[in-house]
């Protein structure tokens, strides 16, 4: 199981141990309060469940331990793929595109349907800007949930986008179809509007062949020309294969 996962379902599993125990402390509580109320079975049961959280808590902790340290070994091996791939994109260029604006970054489909999103577990870039938009990438939401959607690599020009989108209304924007403002409402759109010009999105495939996550490189406006070259979208499609096999 891969880490991100197991730890949503160590997170379900101490919500769920928390719950029952506290129903537990609950009944013991009302058996001391009302004795001749008191079923002998769930008293016993009552006491079990305490025991069992208790005992499991003292595990919790070493396994909370293993769980960071294995994350951040994920994290620093994807890292390092990402880390070189701006300036493979620099070199495939000719010194075109710079290195300190580009950005690369590895997302993982986070599990338990209906609530499944892509979640960043790495990202390189020089410049601090632009930082998190914040927004939660469901499938088929913006241009590396509609990679996760549609199962294939994406090149967008956003720059161009943007700037026939620049002056828009909420009103103007929902009249929009779906797939044109790329399952985007208005407020979200906000967010990332003249943040990006050109976005390279590659999904990562696990041994089954299912979409398991987006490799993605991106880039302010004005290099689109150069970035959407066949050797440019191969060097993302080869970064994502390394992560992919790192990951899966």
Not at 111 to 134: C, D, K, T, Y
Request: aromatic fraction near 10%; hydrophobic fraction near 40%.
């Amino acid at each position: 199981m891969h880490v991100p996962e197991w730890a949503t379902v160590r997170a379900w599993i101490s919500a769920l141990a928390g719950l029952a125990a506290a129903a537990a402390t609950a009944y013991l509580v009302w058996a001391q309060l009302y004795p001749e109320e008191t079923e002998r079975f769930w008293e016993i049961t009552s006491i079990a469940v305490v025991a069992v959280v208790a005992i499991g808590s003292s595990f919790a902790r070493p396994l909370r331990i293993y769980t960071l340290d294995r994350l951040e070994r994920e994290r620093h091996k994807v890292s390092i793929v990402l880390r070189g791939l701006p300036w493979t994109v620099h070199e495939l260029t000719n010194g075109k595109v710079p290195v300190q604006p580009l950005g690369a970054s590895a997302w993982v489909v986070t599990p338990w349907w209906p609530f499944q999103r892509l979640h960043r577990i790495a990202h390189e870039r020089v410049n601090e800007m632009p930082g998190p938009s914040g927004i939660s990438w469901t499938k088929g939401k913006g241009v590396i949930g509609h990679c996760w959607h549609q199962g294939r690599e994406q090149i967008v020009d956003s720059g161009t986008f943007d700037k026939g989108h620049e002056d828009w209304t909420k009103d103007r924007w929902d009249r929009l179809d779906v797939k044109t403002r790329r399952g985007l409402s208005y407020k979200d759109y906000k967010k990332i509007r003249g943040k990006y010009g050109t976005v390279i999105a590659i999904p990562m495939f696990d041994r089954r062949e299912r979409v398991r996550g987006v490799v993605v490189l991106d880039a302010p406006p004005g290099y689109h020309p150069l970035l959407k070259s066949p050797v440019v979208i191969e060097a993302v499609c080869a970064a994502s294969g390394v992560v992919s096999k790192l990951l899966y």
